[in-house]
């Protein structure tokens, strides 16, 4: 009877740390906030209660990073028309047009 009641308990105690490692293996990867950070998460803990959160963050922050390399490019298009323009000289614009061919 000792012996089942140890077992038990040694499983409880099991089960308790796994499920804190899960939740701290979780809080973790909110800490760092990266695509990286969610996926290590995803690949240790694959069917947790944190599953869905995780997947959907990283496309949330996938997101996120398109759109900042968008915004980074229009910005380094814009700044390279102002200077084509403001240089008065044609070669320069020629050159903007074929950097920039969507421009």
Not at 74 to 85: G, L, N, R, V
């Amino acid at each position: 009877m000792e012996a089942r009641i140890s077992i038990s308990a040694t499983l409880l105690v099991m089960v308790l740390v796994g499920c804190t490692s899960i939740h701290s293996d979780f809080k973790r990867a909110q800490s760092l906030n990266t695509i990286s950070a969610y996926q290590s998460f995803l690949d240790a803990h694959p069917d947790s209660q944190y599953t869905n959160q995780a997947r959907i963050r990283i496309t949330e922050l996938s997101r996120q990073q398109e759109e900042a390399e968008r915004l980074r490019s229009a910005a380094k298009e814009q700044a390279a028309y102002a200077e084509a323009i403001r240089s008065d000289s044609l070669n320069n614009l020629q050159k903007w047009v074929f950097s920039f061919p969507s421009g």
